[in-house]
């Protein structure tokens, strides 16, 4: 079955350009998150979606990050006025069930951001 | 806050070696823990996991035991192949919560 995909897998982008990063979770899963991957360090949580709705947006660095997932199933993830701060590797990762169920998070392979 | 500390790398190790990674964490709640691995070019997955005190999670030959005594959640395995060679990250999550909260990540390379 298929899994998690992302798109573009790169993207580079001018500082200034506005952004847009896909996620297709796996079919039928509620949650989806995104989390943000700076070189060498560990995931950082930026936001929670339970279906349509984003529930949690408290990882969120800026006004300049928006997200949504209209539908309940394909999300975006949209950086305004990107910064160089903003290169970084974007994880979206998919589970079957509602917050506070210890379901496996299934992980996308990535976006990596690269801001000149 | 909620947070992971695990071993810095990178570790390099022969094949048939034995591998420890060492993972404690700063919980407020009772945490799930749990271990992911990304391969080279591929994305995270779930090695292992753990949701309460005294429980080993294990895969693939690696094993880990949620220490709640001292806060520990180390990653082992007693003969590490060639395919072994990845990052792994520890993580948790707080009961009633939903966000995985990840440790900087441990590079390992096993040598043939």
């Known amino acids: 079955g298929a899994g998690v995909s992302q798109s573009p897998r790169y993207k580079v982008a001018k500082r200034g350009q506005d952004v847009a990063l896909r996620c297709d979770p796996i079919?039928?899963?509620?949650?989806l998150f995104w989390y943000q991957q700076a070189l060498g360090q560990g995931p950082e949580f930026l936001t929670y979606f339970q279906n349509e709705a984003q529930l949690d947006k408290s990882g969120l660095p800026s006004d300049r990050f928006f997200a949504e997932r209209p539908e309940g199933s394909v999300s975006t993830l949209k950086i305004q006025r990107t910064q160089q701060e903003d290169s970084a590797v974007y994880l979206c990762a998919s589970s079957l069930r509602d917050r506070g169920s210890t379901d496996t998070q299934y992980f996308g392979p990535g976006t990596r951001l690269t801001v000149l | 806050g909620d947070s992971v500390t695990q071993m810095e790398g990178p570790v390099t190790l022969s094949e048939e070696a034995f591998l420890t990674i060492n993972c404690t964490y700063t919980a407020t709640g009772y945490p799930s823990l749990f271990w992911y691995v990304q391969y080279p070019g591929e994305g995270l997955q779930l090695l292992l996991k753990a949701t309460k005190a005294d429980d080993k999670g294990s895969n693939k030959g690696f094993e880990a035991t949620y220490r709640k005594e001292t806060t520990s959640f180390h990653l082992e395995k007693g003969s590490v192949q060639v395919s072994d060679s990845a990052v792994y990250f520890c993580a948790l999550t707080v009961s009633n919560d939903y966000k995985l909260s990840f440790g900087a990540g441990t590079t390992v390379t096993v040598r043939a």
């Open positions: 079919s039928g899963h509620v949650s």
